[in-house]
Structure formats: structure tokens, C-alpha cells
């Protein structure tokens, strides 16, 4: 009854296959190999587009690269306060981004909307030079509440981001999750919607360690190599980094990957919601949040269930005091017993 | 024929098994695992003393990570004008150090004495607080040129080190490969010598991306676990990085992968020697360097021998116009057979 | 008719008396000169204990060295979200401080109470190391509202902030004006309540440019002086920075400067009261709040009044929409005159 | 008998004279007053060319900020080993530009020539994203030794770097002292022969407290104003920045007293010659540098002289045992009385 997280399971089989397939011979380090140009080509394919890419092995890396490289020093970057990059990355953002702000908005579920974003941008236009100046819009696909952004949405906040001269990042952790509960491509789904950087996941999805940070502009990447460099997030063997990505992304990995951790998701939220536990937020992804009296969670994690809970602000009802938001994650390791398990000692409970 | 680096090899078979058997069931995050603490207790075995450990997916990420961790912002770190950190990091350690800055020094063989380190040192020193202060000493062990420093040569520094208030740092990407050699215990190479901390390497020996930074002072480690997530280098699945260390250091593993590089740059030293090119510095490591003319460096080239042409300072006598210092590389992975078809054509060309 | 602020006055008389004086011959720079030497003395006589203090050019300079000096990059320090740090220093303290983040709390008045505070750091406690550190409490007397902070009010926060391991900051750019208003002496204002670091300013206070900071614990301070001459705040004719301390401080002078700036400001709120415009917040330094309407204070303008129309959550009630909020500030340099003109002009409006 | 630096005289009494008359009435801060707006047309006037101007008020801020804002973090900054930037910053480059490497080249004077800039270059070319990447050429006029570069020499010096992609930075501390030297008006000193950005110094040569970044293409400074902001550089009451400069730069006072410290320092050199102690390197500014037996520089200091005794690598023989090397600096304030009693005393001793 593992929810923690879905970084508490293994390594895909197909992924975990890929590298002990590569491992054979030399290559040449730092991505001068032939599976880590390859990666490069497969992911422009997907995306349909000409893309620059660069592989690190953490998702707090490819956010804090991707948002340092589209903000100066004295910019600020947009976000929803509960946001992965304002809560859970130790200012990973802040150093990569030599003291950039994060400004964190409200939103339920976790996500922000056009009026919001126009309402805390215009704090910070006209005091020049003595106030950062707006510089990205940053938000989660899918979002921290396991929501997800409709392409519509994505492109009503990226126009406004826009128009104020700012650059739209996408930490897409769960951008496979997310993609897989859509009507709409890879391509409809980020710059088409006005996407300029994404950071697509594999960690959670099912490699062992490797994120992607995708430029959909050649240019905007200018001399990330060197920055990727000097944070000490370029892999020697690179090519290990480049074979987990080959896999997942052949033959539609990632998305039957995704599409079981989702699975997992609305089969818990669905016997959940049987059990009188209807879910906390829509279940667009692959996290589960529910509300439950205090004494009720004791007992679940007495009786060896794995979550965490939380803390929000974006509820659409506070708490009361004896209850708790705790958070179920589902992943490509899932399995339907253990789903059984938990909801039904949760209801006899 | 790659003799590039010892990066080019894969991954040591005892290793990978270790990922693939370590790869079922689910474990926390972020170093929470069973397998990651029991890494740092293992470390402390071997170096015979309680330490802190902080496992990261590259050297540059160690390295940075323990000079930022030692020098405060104005501190100077004084290393080998050719040490990696000065030359091939990309700035890492100033980045992580917040600008520190690296003072390079010369040394034949790529190594420091004493008086060199005396003299660099007494540059900043009685002029504050206008320059840097001096925060570390750091040296590879093995050196860029394969040299490697004895106890008694750390100690002697060490000791000068510590008496201008400075701490040592050894970049021990080829740590291993440098105990070897010696008639000492991993403690005696390291902290008895005066060793502050120690990057232990473990990709270059045989790991697909492991390193790990050994305090062996627990205090000097306070808040380093911050240190290492805002620079994104807690991984989430930190298990298989922890998997990598275990198997590595289990057995006397990481000891006979180091002797087999070793040999093999032994034997290929004794045949190139055989051959008519001697060695420009002593064979201590896994790194032979030989001085040859230039047109018998572009044959081999052509012959697709794979390896790098370095400039140094460090040679005991400059190079002639048409010659050029060619580095070779030994690991793990490499066969007697390329070694022999490397000097046969060497020798005949 | 000049309210916009208080540094758009010049230089008191005694100060500019004091330059101009102490022009003749010759001193060494950087600090090393008498007059120096003697400002941190008489400051720590004015604070009835041994002082550490470093005066710079700058308040913004002022902030952010301090709060560099007590908090780790991975720290949170925890202000106002009104705070001139948060607002108008464009990222100063996260440049300096090498991307530490700033915490904003809410507080009518611009003061934050010990529950706020409280609850603000309970949310970075228990979640290392993916959070930042609760490292500083920081606040400004007078506050950005013209509030003020008693002693008793100090000390709560302080010993909440204490408790939590975090040092205690305050912004005194105008601590003179807060202080005259007190029955409390400067140690009992500071030190005495738990005040770790003080930016005591003087440039709003009528010099030309200084400001001190001031750790009551010596020890606090280590290598404070690298970390303000790598910043490029240690001047190198530094006793013209000594000498407006000197006369700042001498015969009460300071004090003096603060209650005309303060009556004026109590002379200014009493007319607008009895024209009908009662102060938002209390009087308490030389900043009088008005809320107006929208076409009042465009006549002001018209009228050559000179004064910022802010932005405030601050307020017990929130603004109609046809209102606005104006800052009028005093200072050494306000004449009655421009106070009965100006309330005239509003009243008859 | 003060030669210890040009920072150890006062204020000029044009300078001083000015803050005093424009110490009357109300002006807005930070910049936004009338002699601030005038400082930058009349340096363009001065310059003949539209330049974007920034005033600080240290020599080491605007290096720093210069610095920072022509090279990104990743960048290497060339410049002779004894440079300022180099030794007596405290590594407020570093600092200011998020850990770039400041790489230091040699040179007879503090000179250094192209052929050992293109050397140094070449170090920093072809491999990356290894290394950090050229990104400025900085150099002092006058030097450290108080040497000064012809424009041709500048020229030549300048489109060596710009063929590698650098910027040129002129640390300008004594700017006005090697110009008056010079057959040669400020463009063709500064921007004609290919120098990006001039720190024109104005504290040495007879201000309190005032420096000019000066941008000589207005795009390359853009959003030089958040930077300086955040860098707490930007005075609240700027005026009396903009004051210092506006008397400094009318009716050719900055050329007066430039001129008269040459002066001394020539009739300094003279006499020293005369007495037997010629000068180590040609005195083209306001610098003398004197070989002496340390037992006259003993003497010397006991007899109330003061001076620095310098350590350097950049003369054309290296010292004996038994020498020293005392650097004299003269000012606007020198009086050819003490240049007599000084040398007196040499010669006697």
C-alpha cells in the first residue's frame, strides 16, 4: 500500500532493459554518443518541432535550469504558491537563478488563472528599477492537486505572459499523466499552446533518474550547455541518461506507462468516492487527495498504508479540525491489490 | 582502441546486477531507503571512522559541493593550475561557491609541494579585507597527470594547510585507482593524512553516475543535505544510487576493478616504453601520457584509436614544435588485446 | 510642497558642516582613519554595549549585507509582505544572500504579530531538506506604514524568532523616528529586545548618504568586513561616511532632526484630521496616510504637490474604488509652511 | 609626506564647493532630479556619443557591475594578474557576476600585450562546455603600475578580443590621469579604439565618493539599472552623486587636477632620479614605484612617509634579497613641499 510518492517505485522493465542492453562497449561521455543525439531527434519528432534538449538526472534540476535560464537575476517568476518549485525545492530556483523571486499566486486545485496572474504580475510593473521585473510564468502539468491544464487554458495564460514580455515554463513532472487524460498532442498540449520550456519527466514516470529539459526555441537555449555544466548536472556517461529516455519514449512507452498510473488513480478515486471518500480535487492525473478525520488516518498508517499529508491553502473548503488532505499517488507500479487493500480498510476503518 | 577516458566504459557487471536485483518493490525517496543509509555506514567502515555521506550523480557535483561546503563565499581555494576543477568543471566551483575563487599553482606532474602552496598562500595574506581569504587546499588523487600523492606528501600539506586555517579537499575521482598502488589503509590515504573531505569516485571506476562526498568530520557536514537539494542533486530515487555504492564496495569490488585499470595502464606503459615512448610522468594511476610527433598522433587517429591530445604546463621539459602529449586512459573495462594493437601500430607507424 | 519622501531632502546643516570640516589633510582609506574608528564607539556607547558596526552608502546595501550575514542561502527570512526588502529593493537581499528566499506575512499597519509569525514558519519546519531554513525574522521601525514596533512588541517576536534558531533584523532606516517617539532607549529598542542586527540609518534622517550596520554580537559579525568590500559598499574615502555619523550622532543631534520630522508629521495628520481626512494608520514616525478620492488627489498633483500614491493590504478596510492611498513624508527639511498649504489646498478641494 | 594613495587626500574644492550649493531644497531620489539627468548628457558630450550612464560610488561596484553585465556567469574575464579586479576586490567580480573566472595573464608594467592575450584566450577555446568561455578583456589605465596604453595599443588589444567574441572593459580609476598624458580626446582613448564599457573614475582624481559606469552602445546597458538597484549601488539621494560629477567634469577641472598629480609625480620622479632611485617602471600617471634597500624603507616609514611596499611580478628584473618596492602615490593634493622633504630624507638616508 505504497502512495507516497511515485518515486518510490523501481525502474520500469522496458527502461531498466534499455540500460543493460546499452551497456555494451564504449561510448564517448558528456552526450558526445550516438543515443544521446538520437534523444535529441525523437523528441522534436514528438513534438513536431526543432527542439534543443539536455538531459539531467533530476526533476529540481531541469525546473531550477529551465527557470534560470528564462529569467535575469532581477526577474520574477510567476507561480502558483504551492507549486513544486515554491515549496519543494529548497530554492533550487533562487541559487540556479542567481537570487531570482518566486512570486507564489493562489488557485484551487493548484492552478492559477488569467485574472490571478494579471493581478500579481501588475504588482510588479512601474517601479522599475526598484522592484524585479516579470520575467516567466511557471506552472505544473500535471499541478500539484493532480489537476491538469486544458490546452485553452494553457494558451489564455501563456498570451498574458506573453504580453508582458515573460516566457512560460512548464514543469511537467507529470506532463505524461497529464498528456494521456487529453484530447491533444504533444505539440498541441506545449508551444503550440504557447509553451517555451518544458521540463518533461521520466523519473516519475518510470526511469530511474532522468528529466529532459525541451526548448522549443534553438535559440532561447543558448549556451545551456555551459550552464548545465557548471551545475554539475552533466552526466559522464550521458548515455545512460539518453538509453532511459530511448526507451521510454519507444513505441509509446511513456504513454502506456502514464495511462496505467492514471488507471490506478480513478480506480482508487472511484472506490474512494464508493466509500464515501469522493476525492478533494478532480482526479485529472495520477494523485488521489482525499479528506479524512484525523483518527481515521492514524489507523491507515498504523496499518502500514504509505502517503503523506498535507498541507493546502487550495481548497475549495478549509478543513475542519480533526480532519486531514492526504495525498495518493499512483504510478506505473501500481497494482489494483494493493488499491483494494487501502480503500477497503479505509471504509471498514 | 578507446583509451579516451575512463568514462567511455560502461558500467562494471557487479554493479549493474546490483541495480536490476535492487529494482523491485518500492522504496522512499530522496535518500529515505534502506540501502542509502546503509551506504553511509559502510563508507565509515571502510575509512575506519564515523562520516557523513552525501551520494551525487557526478564529480563535478561532488567537488563543487564540498568547496562551496568548505570556503565561504570571499575564500580562496588553491588547487593545480591543471586540476579539473580549474580547468573542466565550467566554473562549478565558483558557481556553487557563491564566487570563491580557485588560485591555480604549478607542480611538475600535475602535483603541489609544499613550498608552492607556501608561497601561493602568502599572496593572500595580510592584505584583508581587500582579497580572499584562504579556505582550502584541494588536490586530485590521483593527479591530471596519473601521479599520485603518498601519505606523508598529504600529510606535509595538510599540515601547512591547516596551520593558515585552511581545510583539505581531495577530488578522489580516481581515488581508488590511486590506493592501489599505495601500502596504505583508505584512512591512512585520507583523513590520518589530513583530509578534510574526500570526493569519492565511483563512475570513472566502474558506476554508470556515483560519487560521494565524505565528511569525515560530521560537524563540517552540518546542512549540507540543504546544500545538495537546492542544487538539485538529491536524487528522488536515491535507492540506485546507494545500489551502485553497495555492490561497488562490496567484496573488495571498487579495489580489483582500480588494480585491473591499473595493470592495464602498467602494461601499456611497459609496452609503449619497450616501443620507444617512455611515459612523461611516472604510471602511478590509470593515465598514461606520452610525448610522440604529431604525424604519428594523426596516424593513430586515423587509425581509430580514441584518446585526447593535452596541453601542460606540467612536463618536465616543453614540447618541440611538432610534437604533442597524447593521454591514454585504462578502466575497468579495458583489454590487453587493444592495448597490444594500440603499441603494435604506434610502433610501427 | 514635497512629501514624496524623505530622502528627497539634502544634507542636515551639522552634517554638511561636518564634511566640509573635516576635508583638510590627509587619512587613509577604506577605514582605516580616526574618525572611523570613533564612529563605532560612539555607537556603542549610544547602545550601552560593545558593537561591531560597518557603515555603507546605502539602506538597500545595508539590508541585504545583513541579512547575508545571517541567513544561509537555503535560509527563509520572514518580513512583512509590505517590507521595503520584499518590495523595493529589487531582489537585493536574494543577490546578496545568495538566493535566500523572503517570506511575506500579512499585518494591518505593516506590523506582523508573534501568531502570524508563528504560523508563517510552521510551514518551514519538519520538510528538510526540501524547504528552505527558517533563518531571520526581519522588520522596520518605523514600519513602511509610519507604525511603530514598542519594546514589549519586539521582544515577543524576538523570542518567538529565537526559539526557532532564526536572528532578528531590523530595518531602522528609520529608527530615529521610531525611537523619539518611545519611552525606551535605543538599547532597550534594539538589543535589549532581542534585536540581533540593526541597519540604523541615517541618509533619511538628514545625511548625505550612511548607513550603519550595527550586530550587538560581535561575534555575529565574523568577516562582515570581506562580505562588504566584495559587495563594493567599503568606501575608500571612507571617513566622509564616518564624519556624517559623527555629526549625526553628537549633541543629540540625530534625535533632534527625528522629532522635527515627526512633529511635522503630527502637525500634518492633526490639519488633515480636521479637514476631514483622518490618517489610515496611526501617526507614529513622519509618515501620515491619507485615503482620498481619486479626483482630490489628482488636483494635489496638479496643484504641484509632490508625495507617492501606494498600494497597501494593509489597511483595516479595504479602498473604495474611486479612492486612493497617499503617502506624505516629512523630514528634517519640512517647513510648516508646505503643511498649511498643502492641507489647505485639500480642504478647499 | 602621504603617498599612500590618491584615496588618502580629500575632496576637491570645486567638488566640495558643489555638494555644498546644491544642498538646497527638494529633489527627487534615485536619479530622478535634474542634475542627475545632466550628468549623463554631458559625459556623452564629453565622450562625443550617446552613452548610457551609471553613477556609483565605489571603484570596485563599478568594476564589478561592468564586469557582471558583459559576461555571463560562465565567462572568463581576462586581465593582468596584478589587476585591481584581480587583487583588491575581494572578489566582487565573482561576487557581482554569479561566479565568473577572472583569468589572470602577465606583462612587463602591468602591460599586457596581445600576444599573451591571444595565449590566454587560447586556453578557453575549443573545449566546451568544459571550460568557462571568453567573454571580456578588462584592463586598467592607468595600470597598477602606472603605465598607460596608447590608443593604438588599445586598439590592437581591443580587436583581439572582439575577433573572440569579448567585450573590452576599461577600469578607469585614474582615467583621467593617463588621458592627460595622451595626445588623444576621450573617444579616441575610450570608444574609438574599441573599449565597450569605461569605469571613469572621479574619487582618485579629487571626488568623495563617485564613479561612472559608462556604456558606450546604450542596448549593452540594458537593464543596468535593475542590477545596479539590487546591488544596493543606486543612491536615494543621487543628486549629490550627480553634483560631484557635474563640477568635477566643468571648465576642464577633471583635466586640472589630473594634470597637477601627474605633475607631482613627475617632479617626484625627477628628484628620486637625481638622487639616485630611478624609477622601476615609466611614471605615465600619478604613480612613482622605487627600488630601495629595505633598511631605507625602514628608515623611511620610521620618518613619518607613508607609502605602500608592494609585492610584483611585473618588473622587468626581480628584486634582490635585500630590496623592496615602495609605491608613491600622488594627487590633486600633493604639495611640492612634501615630494621635496621626502626625497630629502631618501637621499640622505
Avoid at 101 to 116: E, H, N, Q, S, W
Avoid at 203 to 216: D, L
Avoid at 259 to 267: E, F, G, I, S, V
Avoid at 306 to 331: E, F, G, H, M
Amino acid at each position: 500500500m505504497n502512495f507516497a510518492s511515485d518515486n518510490t517505485a523501481g525502474i520500469a522493465p522496458e527502461i531498466l532493459q534499455a540500460i543493460v542492453a546499452g551497456n555494451d562497449g564504449f561510448a564517448l561521455g558528456y552526450g558526445n554518443d550516438d543515443a544521446s543525439r538520437a534523444v535529441e531527434q525523437r523528441i522534436g519528432e514528438i513534438f513536431e518541432r526543432d527542439v534543443a534538449v539536455f538531459l539531467v538526472p533530476t526533476g529540481t534540476a531541469a525546473n531550477a535550469l529551465a527557470l534560470a535560464h528564462v529569467s535575469p537575476p532581477w526577474g520574477a517568476v510567476f507561480a502558483h504558491s504551492e507549486a513544486h518549485i515554491l515549496t519543494d525545492e529548497c530554492g533550487a530556483p533562487e541559487f540556479y537563478g542567481g537570487g531570482l523571486k518566486l512570486v507564489g499566486m493562489p488557485g484551487i486545485g493548484c492552478k492559477v488563472t488569467p485574472p490571478t496572474l494579471a493581478e500579481a504580475v501588475s504588482h510588479y510593473e512601474g517601479h522599475t528599477p526598484h522592484q524585479v521585473v516579470p520575467a516567466a510564468f511557471s506552472f505544473a502539468q500535471a499541478s500539484e492537486a493532480g489537476t491538469i491544464y486544458r490546452p485553452d487554458e494553457i494558451a489564455a495564460l501563456a498570451k498574458l505572459a506573453h504580453a508582458h514580455g515573460m516566457k512560460v515554463h512548464m514543469d511537467g513532472a507529470r506532463f505524461a499523466n497529464a498528456l494521456v487524460r487529453m484530447n491533444a498532442s504533444p505539440a498541441e498540449a506545449t508551444w503550440k499552446a504557447g509553451v517555451d520550456v518544458l521540463c518533461f519527466g521520466a523519473t516519475k514516470a518510470g526511469a530511474m533518474a532522468a528529466e529532459a529539459v525541451v526548448f522549443f526555441d534553438r535559440a532561447l537555449a543558448a549556451n545551456m550547455a555551459e550552464r548545465r555544466k557548471r551545475a554539475g548536472q552533466l552526466l559522464s556517461k550521458h548515455r545512460f541518461l539518453a538509453l532511459q529516455y530511448e526507451a521510454f519514449l519507444r513505441d509509446d512507452c511513456w504513454l502506456r506507462l502514464a495511462r496505467h498510473a492514471n488507471n490506478m488513480a480513478d480506480l482508487l478515486a472511484a472506490r474512494l468516492t464508493a466509500a464515501g471518500f469522493a476525492p478533494a480535487w478532480p482526479v485529472e492525473a495520477n494523485l488521489v487527495f482525499i479528506v479524512i478525520p484525523q483518527n481515521l488516518e492514524a489507523r491507515l498508517k498504523a496499518a502500514g498504508a504509505r502517503y503523506y499529508v498535507r498541507r493546502s491553502d487550495s481548497l475549495a473548503a478549509p478543513l475542519k479540525p480533526d480532519q486531514c488532505l492526504v495525498r495518493l499517488v499512483t504510478s506505473f507500479a501500481t497494482h489494483e491489490d494493493d488499491i483494494g487493500r487501502f480503500v477497503e480498510f479505509a471504509a471498514k476503518s
